[in-house]
């Protein structure tokens, strides 16, 4: 009797730790998004371990006449909380969320399609 209890207690000791480390948050973030209105801007979200990376492309004046067009790159950390993304670039931080009904992001007043 209790070689049973102990086999039923580690089954359901077992079955919380698989539980707990499959929630894994933030995955709705993960891919590459277009700028709904400026279709040359993009985003980029990876997951990095527990935390994000977020990586910007966005065309500038310069970059379009001395560079024929290509982007300006940069790529900052953030972080999941509260089902929002906040992206910190050095000067600011950015919250990034994100719309289940139509899968799309919400970043600084812009809207972000998913690309396919």
């Given at each position: 009797m209790r070689r049973i209890a102990a086999i039923l207690f580690l089954i359901v000791l077992m079955g919380t730790f698989a539980t707990g480390c499959g929630n894994i948050t933030g995955n709705e973030f993960v891919g590459k998004w277009v700028n709904n209105d400026r279709t040359a801007e993009s985003i980029e979200i990876k997951r990095n371990g527990e935390s994000f990376s977020v990586i910007r492309s966005t065309p500038t004046l310069v970059d379009k006449v001395v560079k024929n067009g290509e982007k300006k790159t940069t790529?900052?950390?953030?972080?999941?909380?509260?089902?929002?993304?906040?992206?910190?670039?050095?000067?600011?931080?950015?919250?990034?969320?994100?719309?289940?009904?139509?899968?799309?992001?919400?970043?600084?007043?812009?809207k972000f399609i998913r690309q396919k």
């Open positions: 790529e900052h950390p953030g972080i999941f909380k509260d089902g929002v993304l906040t992206v910190n670039t050095g000067s600011e931080s950015i919250t990034i969320s994100h719309v289940k009904d139509g899968d799309y992001l919400l970043m600084s007043g812009h």
